[in-house]
């Protein structure tokens, strides 16, 4: 590589890091930048991060909240910047530099030992894993049958994908409890009559599986992150996510691990007020790590591992507290592929692995759902089937249900709920319109495959759509229903 570039060029050498937010290594760098400056001299050549900075927060030194441990080991744009003056001023004989960069190895050698970076429980427990945890204890064809008898659903089910509408009340409220304005009990109420609502409107809406409405969560990575060892947040740690949206992604900086259930409390609590089944909500492991920042002293694939135990253990205690129906979100599953076509089939494998050992643990009469926001996945297909999930709910409508071609290639032995409208959009769909999708949708799904559903999470729309767009959604299904009750076989 060094000897392909002429020597008259300027070779502008990105030897840190710009996509990880740690201070880089100067065991690494160092050896590095001196085999360049052996090669080719200090002439012409630069020092950049590998890429630009656009993926790391801006000061790390503002997070004064953080425990000055992670603090020292984390390196934002500011921060990387100052690295590279380092190496720098090192390569050109700087003794200060050196010392500075000697005592950033000191620093950096004892985040091995710090409490919590490595834990004995965690890794013992991930190394005895057997390649059982992956398994569901019957096939799926078999489980359909335990299942469709144990929770005696109508055909084409109806549901939705977990939230309701944030209501600038529930933000506030959510807000002044954060504050200290709001004590515990106070918002516990407010969060218990929201729940409550929420199952009134779906009841009343006619939907067959109900969800309590994540009131709770400020953000599905956040509200995990929160209750998870292993895992920092920042104040200030903003990113871009896509155009003008930014994301303030929780740093796992340790292993993992669940002190206690995150969910169970209020989707009992839902539960308790319903004979229908409520639907446990759970952010995947994927796209819990996909949406976090990383440690780098583990492979990615370690750290998505002990996100799935933990997973693991809350799914067991959901099904413990008698939540029959569970979906675990992976919409981060697809981008977290590599971009490299010869690293992407790992990738899959060990995600699909860790989704498997998250919902690995429970009976067959439990139902496993995952949900997917994007259509385009023909890429991932495999990997989607590979999940083992009872049920998967994809994004659909905005494509007219594209996706289902997918399907006509390749036959999906589970439930699937192609979303039947668009939740980005305030316009309220008429019924006709949903009736005309499930149309096309049964070309290619047999009738007691499909569920109905809206494309997403309702969170950001208000109730005056999200009412009577689930009354359309449900007589679309009730109308078709009758339809096909009426042919025979
Ligand atoms: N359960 C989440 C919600 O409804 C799913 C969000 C997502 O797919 N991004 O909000
Ligand atoms: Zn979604």
């Known amino acids: 590589m060094l000897d392909a570039l002429p020597a008259d060029r300027v070779l502008s050498a990105g030897v840190i890091d710009g996509r990880n937010i740690w201070r880089s290594q100067p065991a690494h760098v160092l050896p590095l930048l001196e085999k360049i400056v052996a090669r080719r001299g200090t002439d012409g050549l630069w020092l950049a991060p590998s890429c630009s900075l656009l993926h790391t927060p801006i000061d790390a030194t503002q997070e004064t909240a953080l425990p000055p441990a992670l603090r020292s080991w984390l390196a934002f744009a500011q921060q990387k910047l100052e690295e590279l003056r380092l190496y720098a001023d090192a390569l050109s004989g700087s003794r200060t530099a050196r010392d500075a960069l000697n005592e950033q ?3 950096l050698a004892q985040r091995s030992h710090a409490l919590g970076v490595q834990r004995q429980d965690v890794r013992a427990r991930l190394n005895a894993l057997s390649p059982q945890a992956t398994l569901r204890r019957s096939e799926l064809a078999h489980r359909r049958v335990v299942q469709a008898e144990a929770l005696a659903l109508p055909l084409l089910p109806t549901t939705t994908i977990g939230s309701f509408p944030q209501t600038d009340a529930l933000r506030r409220a959510r807000a002044d409890h954060r504050s200290g304005q709001l004590n515990n009990a106070a918002y516990e109420t407010v969060l218990a009559n929201e729940i409550r609502h929420v199952l009134q409107q779906q009841e009343a809406a006619g939907l067959d599986v109900l969800v309590h409405g994540e009131p709770e969560r400020n953000d599905m990575v ?4 929160e209750q998870l060892d292993g895992f920092a947040f920042t104040r200030q740690g903003w990113v ?9 992604p929780p740093i796992i900086w340790g292993d993992v691990a669940r002190p206690a259930p995150m969910t169970v409390r209020w989707s009992s609590y839902a539960q308790s007020l319903t004979d229908k089944p409520v639907k446990g909500m759970l952010t995947g492991p994927v796209t819990v790590l996909q949406w976090s920042f990383v440690r780098d002293d583990l492979p990615r694939e370690t750290v ?11 799914v067991h ?46 009976g067959d009469a439990t139902q496993i759902h995952t949900h997917m926001c994007y ?5 991932i297909i495999d990997a989607v089937a590979a999940l083992d999930a009872d049920v998967i709910s994809i994004e659909s409508s905005r494509s007219r249900m594209e996706l289902l071609e997918a399907f006509e290639r390749y036959h999906y032995p ?15 769909p008429a019924s006709e319109e949903i009736v005309t999708l499930l149309r096309s949708a049964l070309r290619v799904l047999d009738p007691k495959q499909l569920w109905v559903n809206p494309d997403c999470g309702l969170k950001t729309r208000g109730w005056a759509e999200v009412t009577p767009a689930l009354e359309a959604m449900v007589a679309a299904a009730r109308a078709l229903r009758v339809e096909l009750a009426s042919i025979p076989g």
Do not use: M
């Open 105 to 107: 190895t000191a620093l």
């Open 375 to 379: 259509a385009e996945f023909n890429a």
């Open 317 to 362: 205690d959901l099904e413990h507290a008698g939540i029959r129906v569970i979906q675990i979100d992976e919409p981060a599953l697809r981008e977290g592929l590599p971009l490299r076509q010869a690293d992407q089939a790992a990738y899959l494998d060990w995600a699909v692995q860790c989704f498997r050992i998250s919902a690995g643990g429970v």
């Open 240 to 248: 871009q996510s896509y155009g003008s949206r930014c994301v303030k």
């Open 414 to 428: 589970g439930d699937i709920g192609p979303g039947v409208y668009d939740i980005h959009s305030p316009r309220v």
């Open 304 to 314: 998505c591992r002990q996100l799935a135990l933990a997973l693991r253990d809350e």
């Open 222 to 225: 956040e509200y995990f992150g």
